[in-house]
């Protein structure tokens, strides 16, 4: 059984010069787009990306968390901080927004009427 799952990595503290091999690995682990990458904040040397896809075979977020660092840790040749954030996306909570005739009366019809009272 496989479920869905968006992954984002926030890496940091890692050799400048194995970004690309860092991109490379955790792509190979879960589909993160190569040109998706951004940096943290305002935090120097740091990488984040996100990607949407599915854990099979019984693994679990903590543990495609633990393959997802050593793949980086490997390309890197060293450690650095990894922070993953999963989110299951088969029950999300959700709100559900129905707009109709009222609504366009309310926003459309009553902005209308506030732009003709406006001075020009």
């Known amino acids: 059984m496989s479920r869905a799952y968006s ?17 490379q690995a955790a792509a190979e682990a879960w589909p993160f787009e190569s040109d ?4 943290a904040g305002d ?8 990607g949407d896809g599915r ?14 660092a050593v793949a980086i840790w490997k390309a890197n040749r060293a450690c650095c ?4 954030d999963a989110t299951y996306l088969e029950e999300l909570p959700y709100s ?8 366009y009366a ?3 019809a009553g902005s209308k009427s506030q732009e003709r009272s406006q001075p020009r």
Do not use: Y
């Open 7 to 23: 992954m984002t990595v926030q890496i940091s503290g890692h050799k400048p010069n194995r970004v690309d091999a860092i991109k």
């Open 36 to 39: 998706d990458w951004w940096p």
């Open 43 to 50: 935090e120097e040397n740091s990488l984040c990306a996100s």
């Open 55 to 68: 854990l099979c075979g019984g693994e679990t977020e903590e543990v495609f968390s633990e393959r997802l």
């Open 81 to 84: 901080n990894v922070i993953v």
């Open 96 to 103: 559900t927004h129905c707009l109709g005739e009222d609504d």
């Open 106 to 108: 309310r926003m459309i």
